[in-house]
């Protein structure tokens, strides 16, 4: 069964996923290690991922691809046809700074389909980025959560622009899709409802007073 969930025509369901998601090759630069274990550098700088992996990504040759950003930056001018199909969507981590994607294409509704690949639930820089996304740079196409989404997340991530999630593998998708319904009236303004409870609210009904 599918484990991703979409909202279409404001609804949220289960379908299938139409996209192949393309990652990138190990790499042969020798791992960096602290303290007996291996670190991701990724708040010094340094390059986590290196020139052989974009080379040597192999990207299928039909049906819609969803690439990584690192390997879009790179070699984007091998998908322009992909890109006029609408066959070409990108994906990216939250260490990577969305302004970087927007210097390689200003115009971001080109791509049918951003996502967003969380590694631990606990990383909060998801919800920035879709806000960043959906606000500052005027994204209206499909936005989609991946990696570590689990169903407590999915109205806060609906909040901050997202409308599809593709759950965790080893968590159920039905049940995370009733979790889109655990608030009905969230108080702040956001994303998907930038008019706060407060301003919604109807002050001048009146109360039937008993003598």
């Known amino acids: 069964m599918s484990n991703l969930i979409k909202y279409v025509s404001n609804t949220a ?15 042969h630069e020798p791992e960096r290690k602290q303290a007996g274990k291996v670190v991701l550098f990724k708040l010094t700088g340094e390059k986590t991922v290196h020139a052989d992996q974009i080379a040597e990504t192999v990207i299928p040759a039909t049906g819609k691809i969803l690439i990584p950003l690192s390997v879009w930056l790179v070699r984007k001018d091998e998908f322009t046809d992909r890109l006029k199909a609408g066959e070409l969507g990108i994906w990216m981590e939250t260490h990577k700074l969305v302004e970087t994607l927007v210097e390689s294409q200003a115009d971001l509704n080109v791509f049918p389909l951003i996502a967003v690949h969380v ?3 606990a990383d909060g820089r998801i919800f920035s980025i879709g806000t960043l996304l959906r606000t500052r740079y005027g994204y209206k196409n499909e936005l989609r959560a991946t990696g570590d989404v689990l ?4 109205f806060f991530l609906k909040r ?17 899709l009733q979790s889109l319904k655990d608030f009905s009236e969230p108080y702040q303004g956001a994303v998907d409802n ?14 039937e007073l008993k003598p």
């Open 151 to 154: 169903r407590d997340q999915l």
């Open 119 to 121: 590694e631990r639930f």
């Open 194 to 207: 930038p008019v706060p409870l407060f301003k919604r609210y109807n002050r001048n009904a009146t109360m």
């Open 160 to 176: 901050s622009g997202f409308d599809s999630f593709l759950i965790r593998a080893d968590r159920s998708a039905k049940d995370a």
């Open 13 to 27: 369901s289960i379908i299938e996923d139409e996209w192949q998601k393309v990652t990138l090759p190990p790499s």
